[in-house]
């Protein structure tokens, strides 16, 4: 990175996404000295703004982090804004084309000129900008690399999701394409492969004959807060589960990649989780419990006050391979609930001796539960003898807290996802970001799901702002045979 020129051109940038997102994770990577000295980074947005302006509108978030305001203020120096009459407005992207050519010859011209493009866009939008910038600002493969990251929603079902994927791979390849899911540059999420497969007591255990059920829960304590126009349109399944949670899940789950090394890890790891995602079937609308929040209508973004759109759903997936045949695997996300968190718990099967040697006594099943936030930690629920004179088994935790073990030492870096996913665009490792035909198979999944509660206006079950969501959901995923030591 250092022997290159970096442009970067955040399309969109007086919107959230931007401000709470991208600018930040730039600003982190500018002071962590991860960015090249030679940087200069565009706003592209509609408004009328002078450079000043634009930093005026996202000082407030940068600020709001851990670096100092002089810091923040050198980063602003590279922040420069370009208004366009539209997303495809040809003419702006030609003048901004033209300014990234000056900063560039400005530097030195034995380097590589490095060219990011972040849309920070819906996608109704992408198409055109894909088209202006294809026409006005891609240059050739020699002078220095140009990549594109663009943000879900990537469609609301399989034909949208197809139309939009032609709309940019006319333009882009895959190389070109980074998807984004900010879960999969999470800590944990980022852990699994080394947790899995450089652990002999993990691999050996991850499978059917031991394991009885797989769990992935996401719970938010707030509601959509402003954000009804957007969710309202796609709903939890959409929001969290078909992407985030299901992601997840297939580094969970899958095979061991032929390699993590090297050029061919990025597809390494997205041919196992496309592998795993192959063995799931479509779900049927009985594998699902769908909630609403009560008062969610009442949120002014949201027009339509009749909405079914579901803020929570628990989905059970089959995975129909020798591994995990016959293990239910649910995910479970919620708005509004009782608590911010986001874990993976696998619950193992009865040790077979408890059967007879503790029969009578309370025995329950071992756990092991990644936390993924808050405070991230690896904990397993493990029976012990009760301490003293009893000799009883009692359930207690080991546990390896992250903010205890490693995050107190100053030296050891906590990233945020944004942050460690945008430096792994620069230095082009594509791995946790998401290929066209793992999408195309999560599409596959959900889709039917997706079309028959739309189709059929299914109604959600109402609960309690603040509960742990409809009481059903519990019922539900005990009946999967889930046996529950604690607050999943
Ligand atoms: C986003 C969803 O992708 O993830 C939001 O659109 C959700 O609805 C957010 O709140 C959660 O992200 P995190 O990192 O705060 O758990």
Redesign the pocket.
């Given at each position: 990175l250092t022997s290159s020129t970096l442009s970067v051109v955040v399309v969109g940038a007086s919107g959230d996404l931007a401000k709470k997102k991208t600018f930040p994770s730039l600003l982190n990577l500018f002071a962590d000295k991860l960015l090249p000295s030679a940087t200069v980074i565009f706003g592209y947005a509609r408004s009328n703004l002078s450079d000043n302006e634009l930093h005026e509108r996202i000082k407030p978030y940068l600020v709001e982090g851990k670096h100092p305001e002089e810091v923040v203020d050198s980063f602003l120096k590279l922040v420069r804004y370009q208004q366009g009459s539209g997303y495809g407005d040809e003419n702006a992207f030609q003048d901004l084309s033209v300014k990234i050519e000056e900063f560039e010859f400005s530097n030195d011209s034995e380097k590589h000129f490095n060219r990011l493009f972040y849309f920070a866009i819906p996608p109704n939008v992408f198409a055109e900008t894909a088209l202006a910038i294809k026409k006005t600002c891609m240059q050739g493969e020699d002078k220095g690399w140009s990549r594109l990251i663009v943000e879900?929603p990537f469609g609301r079902d399989l034909k949208s999701f197809e139309e939009l994927n032609k709309t940019l791979s006319k333009h882009f390849t895959e190389d070109h394409l980074y998807r984004i899911?900010?879960?999969l540059g999470?800590e944990m999420a980022q852990n699994l492969m080394v947790l899995r497969f450089s652990n002999t007591w993990f691999e050996r255990v991850w499978n059917a004959d031991n394991i009885k059920m797989v769990m992935l829960t996401?719970k938010?304590p707030f509601g959509?807060e402003g954000?009804g126009g957007?969710?309202d349109k796609?709903g939890i399944i959409r929001?969290?589960l078909q992407?985030?949670l299901l992601q997840v899940m297939t580094l969970l789950t899958c095979e061991p990649p032929t390699t993590l090394e090297g050029n061919g890890a990025g597809n390494a790891i997205r041919d196992a989780k496309v592998h795993v995602l192959k063995s799931i079937p479509p779900i049927e609308l009985e594998d699902c419990i769908l909630g609403q929040y009560e008062g969610y209508a009442d949120d002014p973004t949201i027009e339509n006050k009749d909405t079914n759109t579901p803020t929570f759903a628990v989905i059970r997936l089959k995975i129909n391979n020798p591994r995990w045949a016959g293990v239910p695997i649910i995910l479970k996300a919620g708005?509004a609930l009782n608590e911010?968190k986001?874990e993976m718990r696998i619950q193992f099967k009865d040790a077979p001796a408890a059967e007879y040697l503790f029969a009578g006594k309370d025995c329950p099943r071992d756990e092991i539960v990644f936390r993924?936030?808050p405070h991230e930690s690896i904990y397993l629920k493990t029976n012990v003898k009760s301490p003293g004179f009893s000799s009883k088994p009692v359930q207690s935790e080991m546990e390896l807290n992250y903010n205890t073990r490693f995050w107190s030492d100053s030296k050891t870096v906590n990233p945020d996802?944004y942050t460690r996913l945008i430096l792994d665009v620069l230095q082009g490792k594509q791995a946790s970001f998401v290929r066209d035909d793992e999408l195309r198979r999560a599409w596959e999944i959900f889709t039917p799901l997706l079309h028959k509660i739309d189709n059929t206006n299914v109604k959600p079950i109402k609960y309690i702002q603040g509960s742990r969501g409809p009481v059903e959901a519990d019922e539900f995923v005990a009946c999967l045979g889930y046996s529950r030591n604690e607050n999943y």
């Open positions: 879900k899911d900010h879960y999470k996401f938010e959509t954000r957007y969710f796609y929001d969290i992407n985030h708005k911010r986001a993924l936030q996802a």
